[in-house]
């Protein structure tokens, strides 16, 4: 079920992507405007992305075996750092062509024109992101929640870019018109850039996940009361928290003392459980082990 679920979230983006990259490519054309084409380059770089998880996404729903003791999960970190380092890519060659564009006088265009085409592509993008968001309370997935912080991304630069050049529309008949021929470039560098946000945390994050490191400190101290408020329950005391993530997967071995002498495997067993639950309330995929720490407790 949340594998579908994912798969309809997916291709609602892709083929809403395919038509906003379309619209936009027409328009960059029409307008030679180089804020739009920035979009167009930023959506279809996306689309094969999109493309590329969509084909992959049953394999992160298959079970761990010994020839995979961590499934799939690491391969979508790994596509999520290849779409990071895409987008800066892009993004970087968008900027030194628009760098260009001003070093040789700028480029006049339609200021209005372009306004429109923005206030309407904001329109359709908060669509769509209502559509997913509300897709997205039945299914959550690393994938997903990057998808949808794109559409985020897209609906507010647009609405950022609308604005800019409804009012740089007059600049003609302002001390300020000089800096009219440049003022579509001088939007596509400020875009580009507020758009390499996202890929550099995107790369950070996989990173991590690639090297099976722990989650940042605010996500531990959280596993950590969470465990706490179920283990106060029993005659345990946790000396020791092995946290791996990958993926959308996480691992978390809590190792243990005892604070009797003898202890009860049925009791383990039932606190094991309990403490599963709770973790998968906050954390889907996550897999929970108590691990009794018996050279502490024979020291002691």
Same mark, same amino acid.
């Given at each position: 079920?949340?594998?579908?679920?994912?798969?309809?979230?997916?291709?609602?983006?892709?083929?809403?992507?395919?038509?906003?990259?379309?619209?936009?490519?027409?328009?960059?054309?029409?307008?030679?405007?180089?804020?739009?084409?920035?979009?167009?380059?930023?959506?279809?770089?996306?689309?094969?992305?999109?493309?590329?998880?969509?084909?992959?996404?049953?394999?992160?729903?298959?079970?761990?075996?010994?020839?995979?003791?961590?499934?799939?999960?690491?391969?979508?970190?790994?596509?999520?750092?290849?779409?990071?380092?895409?987008?800066? %890519?892009?993004?970087? /060659? $968008?900027? !030194?062509?628009?760098?260009? *564009?001003?070093?040789? =006088?700028?480029?006049?265009?339609?200021? &209005?024109?372009?306004?429109?085409?923005?206030?309407?592509?904001?329109?359709?993008?908060?669509?769509?992101?209502?559509?997913?968001?509300?897709?997205?309370?039945?299914?959550?997935?690393?994938?997903?929640?990057?998808?949808?912080?794109?559409?985020?991304?897209?609906?507010?630069?647009?609405?950022?870019?609308?604005?800019?050049?409804?009012?740089?529309?007059?600049?003609?008949?302002?001390?300020?018109?000089?800096?009219?021929?440049?003022?579509?470039?001088?939007? %596509?560098?400020?875009? /580009? $850039?507020? !758009?390499?946000?996202?890929? *550099?945390?995107?790369? =950070?994050?996989?990173?991590?996940?690639? &090297?099976?490191?722990?989650?940042?400190?605010?996500?531990?101290?959280?596993?950590?009361?969470?465990?706490?408020?179920?283990?106060?329950?029993?005659?345990?005391?946790?000396?020791?928290?092995?946290?791996?993530?990958?993926?959308?997967?996480?691992?978390?071995?809590?190792?243990?003392?005892?604070?009797?002498?003898?202890?009860?495997?049925?009791?383990?067993?039932?606190?094991?459980?309990?403490?599963?639950?709770?973790?998968?309330?906050?954390?889907?995929?996550?897999?929970?082990?108590?691990?009794?720490?018996?050279?502490?407790?024979?020291?002691?």
């Amino acid at each position: 079920m949340k594998e579908k679920q994912e798969q309809i979230v997916m291709r609602i983006s892709f083929w809403s992507g395919v038509v906003f990259a379309l619209a936009e490519l027409i328009m960059a054309i029409f307008s030679k405007s180089q804020s739009v084409l920035a979009d167009t380059v930023y959506d279809s770089t996306e689309l094969v992305v999109i493309g590329l998880t969509i084909y992959i996404i049953p394999l992160f729903y298959k079970p761990v075996t010994e020839k995979h003791p961590f499934g799939y999960a690491q391969l979508e970190s790994i596509v999520i750092l290849l779409k990071g380092f895409m987008f800066i %890519a892009v993004m970087m /060659a $968008l900027i !030194m062509n628009n760098v260009q *564009i001003m070093l040789n =006088g700028g480029n006049d265009i339609d200021h &209005m024109q372009v306004s429109l085409f923005e206030t309407i592509l904001t329109c359709f993008s908060a669509l769509i992101l209502l559509i997913l968001m509300r897709i997205n309370k039945k299914v959550t997935s690393p994938t997903v929640d990057v998808e949808i912080y794109g559409w985020k991304i897209d609906v507010f630069s647009s609405i950022g870019v609308s604005l800019a050049f409804f009012l740089s529309s007059f600049l003609g008949h302002t001390p300020l018109s000089c800096i009219s021929p440049y003022f579509d470039q001088i939007v %596509a560098i400020v875009l /580009a $850039l507020g !758009m390499m946000k996202e890929p *550099i945390q995107m790369i =950070g994050e996989s990173f991590r996940s690639l &090297m099976l490191l722990s989650p940042d400190e605010k996500e531990v101290a959280k596993i950590k009361s969470i465990s706490s408020s179920v283990l106060d329950n029993y005659p345990y005391d946790p000396v020791f928290y092995d946290i791996t993530t990958t993926g959308r997967k996480m691992w978390i071995s809590i190792y243990f003392t005892t604070r009797i002498d003898m202890m009860s495997y049925t009791e383990l067993e039932v606190a094991n459980r309990e403490l599963k639950i709770a973790l998968q309330e906050e954390y889907e995929d996550c897999f929970v082990e108590l691990v009794p720490n018996v050279l502490a407790n024979k020291e002691e």
